[in-house]
T-cell receptor, first 115, second 117 residues
């Protein structure tokens, strides 16, 4: 069965620090990969997604993620975080065209950015 | 336009009672999803509706859980004989349904926090 691991449960950074949140999945076939974000008091929303093509995907608010197939990873990065990036981040995976066509979410990483 | 709405925002119930949670998807979205988020857990898929097709119920944890979608729009998730382990945030999402659940961007509602005493 597919699974998604987010090893960092809680990350605390100072403003302007660089961010990298880990995401690993277990599935041998073709996958679609997503990062969703939930800002305090707001709905869960899509940050970026990868289906095919350039493995470096750029999303909103300066975020990017790199798909490394050999490592089954889709880590989220931002060169310089802001206080407004404080949120919970969820990685999700689905199998393209597979029988399991639903999104499988990780447990989330809570990011706190200190001013 | 309006996003996905859910009601109630909070629900406290006693063990053994039935509860109904409502979801209003974005107008025009044909796909609707229910998820559950328990403390310290990721989002757990429960059920998926696409148009008039039979729903994908593969994520429902027990036969106490059921959901329906009337007229291809509003959906109700019903939990019968609630148990304490049902306490969680129940999230609803909708999407255009054009590409399928594996690729569609899902738009989430604010969730219903259910507490079973």
């Amino acid at each position: 069965a597919q699974s998604v691991s987010q090893h960092n449960h809680h990350v605390i950074l100072s403003e302007a620090a660089s961010l990298e949140l880990g995401c690993n999945y277990s599935y041998g076939g073709t996958v679609n990969l997503f990062w969703y974000v939930q800002y305090p008091g707001q709905h869960l929303q899509l940050l970026l997604k990868y289906f095919s093509g350039d493995p470096l995907v750029k999303g909103i608010k300066g975020f990017e993620a790199e798909f490394i197939k050999s490592k089954f990873s889709f880590n989220l990065r931002k060169p310089s975080v802001q206080w407004s990036d404080t949120a919970e981040y969820f990685c999700a995976v689905s199998s393209y065209g597979g029988a399991t066509n639903k999104l499988i979410f990780g447990t989330g990483t809570l990011l706190a950015v200190q001013p | 336009g309006a996003g996905v709405s859910q009601s109630p925002s909070n629900k406290v119930t006693e063990k053994g009672k039935d509860v109904e949670l409502r979801c209003d998807p974005i107008s025009g979205h044909t796909a609707l999803y229910w998820y559950r988020q328990s403390l310290g857990q990721g989002l757990e898929f429960l059920i998926y509706f696409q148009g008039n097709s039979a729903p994908d119920k593969s994520g429902l944890p027990s036969d106490r859980f059921s959901a329906e979608r009337t007229g291809g729009s509003v959906s109700t998730l019903t939990i019968q004989r609630t148990q304490q382990e049902d306490s969680a945030v129940y999230l609803c999402a909708s999407s255009w349904g054009l590409a399928g659940p594996s690729t569609d961007t899902q738009y989430f509602g604010p969730g219903t926090r259910l507490t079973v005493l």
